[in-house]
Nanobody
Framework: QVQLVESGGGLVQPGGSLRLSCGAS????????MGWHRQAPGNQRDLVAS???????NYADSMKGRFTISRDNAKNTVYLQMHSPKPEDTAVYYC?????????????WGQGTQVTVSS
């Protein structure tokens, strides 16, 4: 089992900046990758970015150049830096961890943190 706790959400003005954090606990040695997804009202949950334990990153096309994902393996924490967010980035942001143990992959989710981009 892996537990994920997000923090850092809130209200940010367009063009500002915001950093989300997600700390993992439990069987962290089995985590293969961590990432962020988001879900706006009435929409499906979509990938924002992910990063593997070796540091390989993947971004959704619309996030490239605007968001930066990073990871501190010593702290079992993944970050999402939002640069100049737009109102359309308003959503609940969910931390995700994918574990791989004995050939079996499992997904774990945090409780979500609300990000509102508004002036």
């Amino acid at each position: 089992q892996v537990q994920l706790v997000e923090s850092g959400g809130g209200l940010v003005q367009p063009g500002g900046s915001l950093r989300l954090s997600c700390g993992a606990s439990g069987r962290v040695n089995s985590i293969a990758s961590m990432g962020w997804h988001r879900q706006a009202p009435g929409n499906q949950r979509d990938l924002v970015a992910s990063i593997t334990s070796s540091g390989i990153v993947n971004y959704a096309d619309s996030m490239k150049g605007r968001f930066t994902i990073s990871r501190d393996n010593a702290k079992n924490t993944v970050y999402l830096q939002m640069h100049s967010p737009k109102p359309e980035d308003t959503a609940v942001y969910y931390c995700n961890a994918v574990t791989s143990l004995f050939g079996i992959q499992r997904n774990y989710w945090g409780q979500g943190t609300q990000v509102t981009v508004s002036s």
